[in-house]
């Protein structure tokens, strides 16, 4: 059980408002919330003129606000002193959140970059990893927004979960293969209106996130985890910054 603040006897599953602990429940609580929430989540992407972190971060607050009170906050204010991890995937270092959110908006912004790159794009948004849960869903939301924009979409229907999440998985571990750039690029077609997105969204594959064993947090402070971190971002293609003594990265992906 993914139980990294330490009180899920107390508080239930990732100190949800209701306490729960059957994950069952939760998990079915977050996708009927999902579907409710989802035309005010598009509404406020398609109102934004620039999509940045803080939009980010809102449509989680507003798909989960009624399940999780730490929804809309990362992990660098909700859990900064620990790494999150899947299987053998460390997301980034909590400070850099952000950063890696950041960049992958920043790419999208110019619609040739968005066209070339979808893949590198939302592997940076799946790297940042900003919440405890409900990544899969923020992501793949903004995603389709800067599609949109960019006079594109991603026809999902032409996919599938496992090779999809494959792709994302290589993604992280190695966003200089392209590994999901070359996964979407087949699969790219003219944009689709707003008002169909309804309609499909709720399908998308991969909501529930990287087929791999279910998240864990391990502090930073145990030093076998520190250099498996280090070791794990030198694999992606990152350039450690060593003036920083806490780890933190600086982007060459």
């Given amino acids: 059980m993914f139980d990294p603040f330490g009180d899920f006897a107390v508080a239930g599953y990732l100190r949800n ?3 729960e602990q059957d994950l069952e429940i939760v998990k079915a609580a ?3 919330l999902f579907r409710a929430q989802l035309p005010a989540a598009l509404d406020h992407l398609a109102r934004r003129r620039h999509i940045d ?5 809102e449509v989680h607050r507003i798909i ?4 999780y009170p730490w929804a809309g906050k990362d992990r660098a204010e909700v859990l900064p ?3 999150v991890t899947k299987g053998p995937v460390f997301f980034c270092h909590p400070r850099d959140c952000r950063r890696a959110v950041q960049e992958g908006l920043s790419q999208a912004q110019d619609k040739h970059q968005m066209a070339a790159r979808p893949g590198f794009i939302m592997g940076m948004f799946a790297h940042g990893h900003p919440f405890l849960d409900g990544n899969g869903r923020v992501m793949l939301l903004v995603h389709a927004e800067l599609c949109f924009r960019a006079g594109m979409s991603v026809d ?9 999440l494959e792709a994302l998985t290589g993604e992280l571990e190695d966003p200089r293969g392209q590994h999901l750039d070359a996964y979407l690029r087949p699969v790219l077609d003219a944009p689709v209106p707003r008002e169909r997105w309804l309609q499909s969204a709720a399908d998308l594959p991969g909501l529930g996130g990287i087929r791999t064993p279910m998240d ?3 502090q930073y402070a145990d030093p076998d985890v520190a250099g498996r971190y280090k070791a794990y971002e030198k694999r992606r293609g990152y350039r450690l910054d060593e003036s920083d003594e806490q780890g933190t990265t600086s982007g060459n992906a």
Avoid at 156 to 164: C, D, G, H, N, V
């Fill in 17 to 19: 408002l209701a306490a």
């Fill in 30 to 32: 977050e996708h009927e």
């Fill in 53 to 57: 972190y803080a939009d980010f971060l």
């Fill in 64 to 67: 989960f606000g009624g399940l």
């Fill in 81 to 83: 002193d620990r790494a």
């Fill in 156 to 164: 999902w229907a032409r996919t599938s979960k496992t090779p999809y």
């Fill in 216 to 218: 864990a947090a391990v």
